[in-house]
């Protein structure tokens, strides 16, 4: 385990590409390694499953997070489950399933990658004896895949940013939300890498700090400018004119292009509309869920309170102690907010209903 304090100990980009992904199978150990997310920024330390049920605590308690790692998760989940069964093993991957599904309700990209590796499960041709090994295999494509596709994603939403821009950008879309690359952040770094000199605002994305924790640690190991603003601060710059766009990831795309994502995106959106700014959803076209018709469809998953309630300022709680609240993990941007969404088909435009649904049946999935 490495144990690195202090965050200008972290030598910058070494973390992600050939030296650490995200999320992998140690073939060695035969288990999953995970970098920790909850203990970002000041510490980087693995965390590692062996059962289907540490993978399901894993994703429950955002070790691992971010829609697209969330399917890597869900199927590796998946090949720990068929490793170890508990009873008969096609009936238990079927529970395991259900399991990492209902881990995280709001990111489709979860349940899209269970049932992919559920196919397999239910396919004739696959012996029992042989199932462990085909899912194994198949978790890795999807690992490789994710990689493949957000690199290309990010390569079609660098295509949007100019040299001298400022960006508000929300959550955390990168590397850690990933296998590798990102999404939106992801489009930052491509753009960055190309030589175009960016400034990113980074919402600190109450109440997780995916934002102020992750993102801009992403953003020291890459070398790309930035300034940690509260939430509550992105009206004021985007009001100043010296913002020029924002961008930010997908937990699930209706079919009409509203766009479900962390908590705080919509209300990012509507004063992003309001100043003329333009606002880019970046993600994989397998956020696409052709099955929703609209936003309002979207399960939001709530999560458990003390995130809001349990947090202090210096050293002091900041609520009473009998304090009520609501945590909402995320909301619905309605697609006429958007200039554009961003996939690895390219960039769609509105009408986003028709042009979402080409793109998908374009490129084989299923939606
Ligand atoms: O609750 P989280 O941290 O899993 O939420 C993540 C987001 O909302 C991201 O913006 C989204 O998953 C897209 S990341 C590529």
């Known amino acids: 385990m490495i144990n690195l304090m202090g965050r200008n100990a972290l030598p910058r980009g070494r973390f992600f590409g050939d030296f650490m992904r995200t999320i992998e199978w140690d073939s060695t150990k035969k288990l999953i390694k995970m970098i920790d997310q909850r203990k970002l920024p000041r510490r980087f330390e693995f965390v590692t499953c062996?059962?289907?049920?540490?993978?399901?605590?894993?994703?429950?308690?955002m070790t691992i997070r971010g829609a697209p790692a969330l399917a890597v998760a869900g199927a590796y989940g998946m090949a720990l489950a068929v490793r170890n069964p508990q009873g008969e093993i096609r009936q238990f991957a079927r529970y395991a399933a259900k399991q990492l599904i209902d881990a995280r309700p709001t990111?489709?990209?979860?349940?899209?990658?269970?049932?992919?590796?559920?196919?397999?499960?239910?396919?004739?041709?696959?012996?029992?004896?042989?199932?462990?090994?085909?899912?194994?295999?198949?978790?890795?494509?999807?690992?490789?895949?994710d990689v493949r596709i957000n690199r290309k994603l990010s390569e079609n939403g660098a295509s949007l940013i100019e040299d001298g821009?400022?960006?508000?950008?929300?959550?955390?879309?990168?590397?850690?939300?990933v296998v590798d690359w990102g999404t939106a952040l992801g489009a930052i770094?491509?753009?960055?890498?190309?030589?175009?000199?960016?400034?990113?605002?980074?919402?600190?994305t109450r109440p997780r700090l995916q934002g102020s924790r992750l993102?801009?640690?992403?953003?020291?190991?890459?070398?790309?400018?930035?300034?940690?603003?509260?939430?509550n601060a992105a009206g004021y710059f985007l009001r100043s004119g010296k913002v020029n766009k924002v961008f930010f990831g997908a937990d699930r795309v209706a079919a009409n292009g509203d766009v479900a994502n962390k908590i705080g995106s919509y209300m990012l959106s509507l004063a992003a509309n309001a100043?003329?700014?333009?606002?880019?959803?970046?993600?994989?076209?397998?956020?696409?869920?052709?099955?929703t018709k609209s936003g309002d469809l979207i399960p939001i998953e709530e999560r458990d309170t003390s995130e809001v309630l349990d947090i202090e300022f210096q050293g002091e709680a900041v609520t009473p102690l009998n304090a009520k609240a609501r945590n909402p993990a995320f909301d619905v941007t309605p697609h006429g907010l958007f200039t554009g969404l961003v996939t690895e088909a390219g960039i769609v435009y509105p009408p986003f209903e028709q042009n979402l649904a080409s793109c998908v049946y374009n490129n084989n999935l299923d939606g």
């Not at 062996?50 to 308690?61: C, F, L, P, Y």
């Not at 821009?165 to 939300?177: K, M, V």
Request: charged content about 25%.
């Open 107 to 145: 990111a489709v990209n979860l349940g899209w990658g269970v049932n992919r590796i559920l196919k397999i499960v239910d396919s004739s041709e696959i012996s029992d004896s042989d199932l462990a090994e085909r899912i194994l295999k198949e978790a890795h494509n999807m690992a490789e895949e």
């Open 215 to 231: 993102t801009a640690w992403e953003c020291d190991q890459y070398g790309i400018p930035y300034e940690i603003i509260t939430d």
């Open 50 to 61: 062996q059962t289907v049920d540490q993978m399901v605590e894993a994703i429950r308690n």
């Open 165 to 177: 821009d400022t960006i508000i950008h929300h959550c955390n879309t990168g590397s850690l939300a």
């Open 189 to 204: 770094r491509f753009a960055h890498e190309q030589g175009k000199r960016i400034h990113v605002l980074v919402d600190e």
């Open 275 to 291: 100043n003329n700014v333009p606002v880019y959803s970046v993600f994989p076209l397998s956020t696409v869920d052709l099955t």
